[in-house]
Every structure is written in structure tokens, then in C-alpha cells.
């Protein structure tokens, strides 16, 4: 299957406090038409960040290296009314919804500007595509709704709105930056059934930014884990739950509780997450890492194939089977 977005060797510096810090180190991936990819790891690991220049999205003063193609185009040479393209093809749904629209005008404002200025349609035609829009996400009386202020919605209405705003200039691709997070339990699950319920009807693609691996295992055909500006795991989504390749995979996937037996105690990752600037010599998890030996600390490993997936870990074949092995107590 021929990818529509492909990132390759994907690095970013931000200037802070008069200084260029990376946050992405070696980001590498690939989404086909159709397909969700989830994107996995800690606060910091720099999830939003890759959304961000895939979205052309980066703050002002960042660098960027390395290749983002969507359909065969060059996203960084895009300029102009090319690049006003591509961000109608290539849609973001944001963590947030209440940072993302202004207060003091109404949904209709927002959802209708957005398709004019994206799709160049008059306002009594951008007003009725809007209303359909919101009945696709499963919000009635549209007309009445595009007449309210974002204070007078609930988060998970405010989300369903951004939705359906996204669904207006119909991309291809979807990058989902946690958009369930603000959200209760019910309402995250109603939210992720009609995203997926669209990109499936749509055929678009999803990039799919979580911290929880089980989610993007439910959702994603692939799950991409990120640690410390890299991409240190991408397998397809069943195999990687059930059996990861990267001790950092393994160490999430053990983290989380289970409704199908009992521990005296869930294993923690010992250490803090680090951000690609602060990042050791070496492999970044190695001072995490129960695996680690001297070469794991003295290079740093490159992302290779294994087992129908890639892992940048210097000990993945070894280790392969060993990772998820842990102490159950089923008293």
C-alpha cells in the first residue's frame, strides 16, 4: 500500500531562552490512505510536536530537518495558495477545543469561516454544509447551534463541533493531537467512535496522538511509540500490545492496570521522561532501562526491521518474548 504521508528522519529545534533545544531527534513514519496510525508515549516525547510539522504548524523561529511528503509533494516547499491546499487536505483536531475558538463569536463564525476561506464557498452555502456537518457528528438543530456561543456547549459538544468543522473542507488525513483528553469516560468513547466511525465511511487517513497504548490499540491499524524525540517502535497494533519490541514499549504496556487479573502493585518506569535535548549519549531510555548494558549507553541504536515491524533498540532480538514477563498474583 503506497503511502500518502511519509516523514522521514524528521528533526525540529525551538529556540528557548535564546538557544536552539531539539525536541525532535529521528522521526520516521509512514500513513497510507485509509489508515490510522497511533502515536504513543510520555508528555515531552514529542507527539504534538511531529502533528505540528506534518500541520506546517511550527512555532515562529524553529528549524526543521528531514523530509514530510503528503502524496508525492514536498510539505516544506509548499508556499501560497499550495500550502492553503494542502491544509484543507490535511485537517487537525486539537486537544483543547476551547483554545482553538475564539469566545466572542459563534459556532457558525467558526465553522463557516473555515470553509470560506479554505473552500472560497459563499456564506449561505458554507452555512448549509455546516448544519449537515453537525448532524454527521451527531449533533440536531444545527441552525440553532450555529447560532450559540462556545460558553454555552459542553466540552464534548465544543469537541463534536471541531469535528464536524474538520470534516467541512474533507481532508484525506486527520492528525487527532488527544482530542478525548478534556473529555469524561462516556464522552471520550462517543468522541473516538464517531472519528472512527468517519475515517472508515471517509477513507481518510488518522494520525492518532494518545498516551494510552490499549486506546490507539483499539482504534489504530499501526501504533508508533515516541521517546525522547524518536520513534522507537512501530508495529501493527495487536502484535505490539501483545508482544513489543522495545523495553519502553513493554514498560507501558505493563504500567497499565487489567480487568483480567490482580498485582500487589503496578510497575512503575523508574526515572522521569526526558525531552530530545536532554537526552544521553546512547539510547535515551538506557538510564530507564532494566536491559541496558554498556553498548546501549556508548551509541545510539538506528530504527531497524524486525519481525514485520522497526525498533531502535541494540538488544530487541535477544530480548524478543522476554519483555512482557512479570509476576501475577491471581489470589
Given at each position: 500500500m503506497s503511502a500518502l504521508l511519509e516523514v522521514e528522519h524528521l528533526a525540529a529545534r525551538l529556540p528557548v531562552e535564546g538557544e536552539l533545544r531539539t525536541v525532535l531527534h529521528d522521526v520516521s513514519l509512514s500513513i497510507a490512505a485509509g489508515?490510522?496510525?497511533?502515536l504513543v508515549g510520555e508528555s515531552g516525547s514529542g507527539k504534538s510536536m511531529t502533528a505540528r510539522a506534518v500541520a506546517r504548524l511550527l512555532p515562529s523561529g524553529a528549524q526543521a530537518d528531514g523530509a514530510i511528503r503528503f502524496d508525492g509533494k514536498d510539505v516544506a516547499a509548499l508556499k501560497g495558495g499550495g500550502l492553503r491546499d494542502y491544509r484543507g487536505e490535511v485537517a487537525m483536531v486539537f486537544q483543547d477545543p476551547r483554545?482553538?475558538?475564539?469566545p466572542v463569536r459563534t459556532i457558525g463564525d467558526f465553522m463557516v469561516e473555515a470553509l470560506r476561506a479554505l473552500r472560497g464557498v459563499d456564506r449561505g452555502t458554507a452555512r448549509k454544509r455546516a448544519v449537515a456537518a453537525l448532524a454527521?457528528?451527531?449533533i440536531p438543530e444545527g441552525e440553532r447551534r450555529l447560532g450559540q456561543y462556545p460558553h454555552e456547549l459542553s466540552g464534548g459538544l465544543l469537541q463534536r463541533v471541531m469535528i464536524a468543522t474538520m470534516l467541512l473542507t474533507e481532508p484525506r488525513l486527520v492528525l487527532a493531537d488527544e482530542p478525548t483528553t478534556a473529555l469524561d469516560v462516556t464522552t471520550q468513547a462517543e468522541v473516538m467512535a464517531i472519528l472512527d466511525e468517519l475515517r472508515r465511511e471517509r477513507g481518510m487517513a488518522l494520525l492518532f496522538i494518545t498516551h494510552d497504548l490499549e486506546l490507539a490499540g483499539a482504534v489504530c491499524d499501526r501504533t508508533s511509540v515516541m521517546y525522547a524525540g524518536s520513534i522507537v517502535?512501530?508495529?501493527e497494533s495487536a502484535k505490539l500490545h501483545d508482544d513489543p519490541l522495545h523495553p519502553y514499549t513493554a514498560s507501558l504496556a505493563t504500567a497499565r492496570p487489567t480487568i483480567d487479573a490482580s498485582v500487589r502493585r503496578l510497575a512503575a518506569i523508574p526515572g522521569r521522561p526526558v525531552s530530545a535535548f536532554e537526552a544521553p549519549e546512547g539510547c535515551a531510555f538506557a538510564p530507564r532501562c532494566a536491559y541496558a548494558q554498556d553498548r546501549c549507553r556508548a551509541t545510539r541504536p538506528p530504527i531497524e526491521a524486525l519481525d514485520g515491524g522497526l525498533v531502535r533498540?541494540?538488544?530487541?532480538?535477544e530480548l524478543r518474548g522476554r519483555l512482557t514477563e512479570k509476576v501475577v498474583n491471581h489470589g
Amino acid at each position: 500500500m503506497s503511502a500518502l504521508l511519509e516523514v522521514e528522519h524528521l528533526a525540529a529545534r525551538l529556540p528557548v531562552e535564546g538557544e536552539l533545544r531539539t525536541v525532535l531527534h529521528d522521526v520516521s513514519l509512514s500513513i497510507a490512505a485509509g489508515e490510522a496510525v497511533g502515536l504513543v508515549g510520555e508528555s515531552g516525547s514529542g507527539k504534538s510536536m511531529t502533528a505540528r510539522a506534518v500541520a506546517r504548524l511550527l512555532p515562529s523561529g524553529a528549524q526543521a530537518d528531514g523530509a514530510i511528503r503528503f502524496d508525492g509533494k514536498d510539505v516544506a516547499a509548499l508556499k501560497g495558495g499550495g500550502l492553503r491546499d494542502y491544509r484543507g487536505e490535511v485537517a487537525m483536531v486539537f486537544q483543547d477545543p476551547r483554545a482553538h475558538v475564539n469566545p466572542v463569536r459563534t459556532i457558525g463564525d467558526f465553522m463557516v469561516e473555515a470553509l470560506r476561506a479554505l473552500r472560497g464557498v459563499d456564506r449561505g452555502t458554507a452555512r448549509k454544509r455546516a448544519v449537515a456537518a453537525l448532524a454527521d457528528v451527531g449533533i440536531p438543530e444545527g441552525e440553532r447551534r450555529l447560532g450559540q456561543y462556545p460558553h454555552e456547549l459542553s466540552g464534548g459538544l465544543l469537541q463534536r463541533v471541531m469535528i464536524a468543522t474538520m470534516l467541512l473542507t474533507e481532508p484525506r488525513l486527520v492528525l487527532a493531537d488527544e482530542p478525548t483528553t478534556a473529555l469524561d469516560v462516556t464522552t471520550q468513547a462517543e468522541v473516538m467512535a464517531i472519528l472512527d466511525e468517519l475515517r472508515r465511511e471517509r477513507g481518510m487517513a488518522l494520525l492518532f496522538i494518545t498516551h494510552d497504548l490499549e486506546l490507539a490499540g483499539a482504534v489504530c491499524d499501526r501504533t508508533s511509540v515516541m521517546y525522547a524525540g524518536s520513534i522507537v517502535e512501530t508495529r501493527e497494533s495487536a502484535k505490539l500490545h501483545d508482544d513489543p519490541l522495545h523495553p519502553y514499549t513493554a514498560s507501558l504496556a505493563t504500567a497499565r492496570p487489567t480487568i483480567d487479573a490482580s498485582v500487589r502493585r503496578l510497575a512503575a518506569i523508574p526515572g522521569r521522561p526526558v525531552s530530545a535535548f536532554e537526552a544521553p549519549e546512547g539510547c535515551a531510555f538506557a538510564p530507564r532501562c532494566a536491559y541496558a548494558q554498556d553498548r546501549c549507553r556508548a551509541t545510539r541504536p538506528p530504527i531497524e526491521a524486525l519481525d514485520g515491524g522497526l525498533v531502535r533498540c541494540a538488544r530487541a532480538e535477544e530480548l524478543r518474548g522476554r519483555l512482557t514477563e512479570k509476576v501475577v498474583n491471581h489470589g
